[in-house]
């Protein structure tokens, strides 16, 4: 099998160019979408509702999509900004 070592790294290096910071963010993001969790976000609590447009979501979970979540924490870092809480 002469092709096995050369197509097997050619493999290997493709993997890992498209595995990038960005897919490994979006993974990342999902998780703990799915968790309900948000390290940046521990005043929040799960209310049955999006935080960022008030649709419903299941238990536990603060936003609707990785969207409202990015949407909240923009607006959210610029009331920080603007020193009102
Ligand atoms: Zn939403």
């Known amino acids: 099998m002469p092709m096995t070592r050369s197509s097997a790294s050619l493999w290997r290096k493709r ?3 498209s595995m990038d910071d960005a897919d490994r963010a979006d993974a ?3 998780a703990m979408l799915a968790a309900g969790l948000s390290r940046r976000s521990p005043s929040l609590k799960p209310c049955m509702a999006c935080h960022n447009c008030s649709d419903d979501v ?3 979970v603060l ?3 990785s969207e409202c979540r990015d949407d909240w924490e923009k607006r959210n870092a610029a009331r920080r900004r603007s020193g009102r809480a």
């Open 15 to 17: 993997r890992t160019a």
């Open 28 to 30: 990342e993001l999902e």
């Open 58 to 60: 299941a238990e536990g």
């Open 63 to 65: 936003f609707c999509s």
